[in-house]
């Protein structure tokens, strides 16, 4: 397992969630953002998800976009049972 630190934390990752932090972090300016089709609201919300991810092996989100850009990190996606949140697993 690898440790990552982020927002004076210690996160105990594997190497997929790692690969998804990095990927995450190399998101550095907005035209970046843009080729993720990312807002900056989305943007900030990764690192919640993704720490949801490491912790408990399953995240959640209401948008849509946050969704895919997981997906496209090859996370299982699905819409909960509820119609309005995505549930994101490794």
């Not at 976009?65 to 995505?86: H, L, P, T």
Request: include cysteine; charge should be positive.
């Amino acid at each position: 397992m690898l440790y990552k630190w982020y927002d004076g934390k210690k996160y105990r990752a594997n190497k997929k969630t790692e690969a998804i932090f990095i990927k995450w972090i190399s998101i550095d300016n907005a035209v970046d953002m843009r080729k993720n089709k990312l807002t900056l609201v989305q943007y900030e919300t990764i690192p919640y998800v993704w720490h949801d991810l490491v912790q408990l092996g399953v995240g959640r989100t209401i948008s849509p976009e946050v969704a895919n850009w997981f997906k496209k990190q090859d996370c299982k996606v699905r819409m909960n049972s509820d119609g309005i949140n995505y549930i994101i697993m490794i």
